[in-house]
């Protein structure tokens, strides 16, 4: 009779979690090959596949900060609030310059077109508030990803996951072993500071993925037990607390996963692994108040298992994490790009510049795409460590 062996760890892929003990390396493939009932990638070798202790996270009082430290994008100490707006109307997301617009789709009740004076990147349309004060155009071509970086604040000696930004760059979203946190900075060129709980989030089951709207008010993350499911939580205005989270309406089925929310609250993107291999979905509702109505599929089928979506503002690029079925070690980051967001997503192709021989996945784009923080096993002090890399406009 075989004893347990050492220590004991819990397996997930795309929100699955199984049990799996300690064997020689051989027999260990041999079991999680079988167990994860998958043809690509074992868990063996795959951190995003491996340990994350489940057990209670901490008490709510634990570093915690009060809800009325954050402001309208759920910033702590952020300064004027980037997003107090409310979200534009559909007449700008139509590509013609209509009413009172100033230029296609910006100025008069959208936001400022290229040359506007502007205080925070989230008035501009492109996303981009020059140094010098005035929105700046549309990026049409990008160059490649820096090198990335480890987020030095934020890693340690434990396993960090799912990187997102407010819309403004002074937040960071994420989570460590199970708990959400958050980690904030006075301007996009300051360091983060050290991270704390997201207030009054706990659960004895796994939360990830964290997702926020524009205005600060509505928060979207992935619970895993032995399958995932997304919740909700609200507020009523940024000094409020948190409620009590519920299921995301609209979208009760298990093994969805790794969400995405858009600025305005109307759309969110998302992964499901019901089939086997993962699938980006995404849903609409008709206001904040309203369900999220029938899911459909992002890309075609194809022999990828994609996870974890992030989206810049406008929902015209997308980067999401994949690995190839057949024959495949690792995830990588890839990106499509499409007109508007009522078309569909060209073909996706890898990210420049940022995958390795490592892993790669959750990634979190900046509002207008220049900048993405995603989570990696290369030279990590713990499991995973959060990464960042940048890119300058080419044209």
Known sequence: MLAKLLFEYRVRH???????????????LGVLGCASGRTGPSAAGNPRLAARDSGVTGDDGSLAVPSDAFDADGNVGSGAADGDTDPPPEQCEDGVQTGTEAGIDCGGPCLACPGASCTVNSACRSGQCGTDGYCQAECRKWGSFSEPVPVEAINDAQTNWGPETTVDGLTLLFCTEGALLMSTRTSVTAPFRAPAPVPGI???????DPTITGDGLELIYAEYSESSVLRTTTRASRNDAWRAPS???GLSADNFYCPWISKDGLRIYFADDSSGDGVLLMAARQSRDAPFGPVQPLFAAASRSDDCPSLSKDERLIVFESWLPDGATRTDLW???RPSRSQPFDAPSLVDGVNSSNYEYDPGLSSNGSVLYFASDRASRGDVDIYVATRDCID
């Open 14 to 28: 795309g929100g699955h979690w199984i049990a799996v003990h300690f064997l020689p390396v051989m027999l260990l």
């Open 202 to 208: 706990t659960s004895r089951n796994d939360l990830c």
């Open 247 to 249: 299921t995301t309406e």
């Open 335 to 337: 990106t499509a790009t």
